[in-house]
């Protein structure tokens, strides 16, 4: 709450049934996805999910097939 305060700050989510698309219902698995394409883009975690999730073995999103348009959420 305080950093919101103090800064522009956006949320977003999506449902289940649209996060399923890249090929996995594992939820460990999407945010792992979500957050390693986050720190890629952008250089750091998010600010406010206080984790940098879990480490995959053997994933089954392929992150050469999924792309996140990172603007849409802007």
């Known amino acids: 709450m305080s950093y919101a305060k103090r ?3 956006k949320f977003t989510f999506q449902s ?3 996060l399923k698309v890249p090929g996995t219902d594992n939820l460990y698995e999407l945010e792992s996805f979500f957050l390693s394409d986050f ?5 750091c975690f998010p600010i406010c999910n206080n984790q940098s999730g879990f480490n995959i073995l053997s994933p089954l999103i392929d992150p050469r097939r999924v ?3 990172w603007e849409k959420f802007s």
């Open 16 to 18: 289940f049934d649209v």
């Open 67 to 69: 792309t996140i348009l």
């Open 39 to 43: 720190l890629t883009n952008f250089g």
């Open 7 to 9: 800064q522009k700050t």
